[in-house]
């Protein structure tokens, strides 16, 4: 069965500099994707960004990139230029690929603060 | 991306009731799922949510104590029967668009005195 472990239960990072959330994953499959979402207090999960493992480039969305290493099945998530807006909870997950359903399994999370 | 309600967004049932939430997405998607999250932990994924047919339940999840149902591509409502203080939770359901990414609900945090 896939694991995923986020060995960081929670994380500081001062406004304006840079943070990187860890993940690693278990998986015997070569096809298969990884997300991180974002849960603030409001509940609401959002996804950030999202990688297919067959792609060799990282995936980038605005302040949000990923370092995707799939030898090493490690996936972690930096955020450049932090926020207050986004202190939340992330959760890295990972899905096998289409034909076995779109299940997610996903890590512990990782509480990240924001310092003013 | 799937804008995804709930509904109830909160509640507050005694021990031996049962509740149901609905869930409702703007938009058609593939497949839809229900998911358990105890108060800053992670999700655990209850079933998946078939159009038409049973739902298919994770291990550790019976039909009796979660029956579901899904009468349309749009629409999905878990239950939560006989309910007791260890199913004090939030319930999330989700779903699979064209885009192949799953959105999710609000949540509905339940209370059971």
């Known amino acids: 069965a896939q694991t995923v472990t986020q060995s960081q239960p929670e994380m500081s990072v001062q406004e304006a500099e840079t943070v990187t959330l860890s993940c690693t994953y278990d998986?015997?499959?070569?096809?298969?994707?990884l997300f991180w979402y974002k849960q603030p207090p409001s509940r609401q999960m959002i996804l950030v960004i999202r990688q297919e493992a067959y792609k060799q480039q990282n995936a980038t969305e605005n302040r949000f990139s990923v370092n995707f290493q799939k030898a090493a099945k490690s996936f972690s998530l930096k955020i450049s230029d932090s926020q207050l807006g986004d202190a939340a909870m992330y959760f890295c997950?990972?899905?096998?690929?289409?034909?076995?359903?779109?299940?997610?399994?996903f890590g512990a999370g990782t509480i990240l603060r924001v310092k003013s | 991306s799937a804008v995804i309600s709930q509904k109830p967004s909160r509640d507050i049932c005694q021990r031996g009731t049962s509740l149901t939430i609905q869930c409702q997405v703007d938009s058609q998607v593939t497949m839809m799922f229900w998911y358990r999250q105890q108060p800053g932990q992670s999700l655990t994924l209850i079933a998946t949510?078939?159009?038409?047919?049973?739902?298919?339940?994770e291990s550790g999840f019976v039909i009796d104590k979660f029956p579901i149902s899904r009468p349309n591509l749009t629409f999905s409502t878990l239950t939560v029967s006989n309910m007791s203080p260890e199913d004090s939770s939030i319930y999330l359901c989700?779903?699979?668009?064209?885009?192949?990414?799953?959105?999710f609900g609000p949540g509905t945090r339940l209370t059971v005195l």
């Open positions: 949510a078939n159009q038409g047919s049973e739902a298919t339940y």
């Open positions: 989700s779903g699979t668009g064209i885009t192949d990414t799953q959105y």
């Open positions: 997950a990972y899905r096998r690929s289409w034909e076995y359903g779109n299940k997610l399994v």
């Open positions: 998986t015997s499959e070569s096809d298969y994707y």
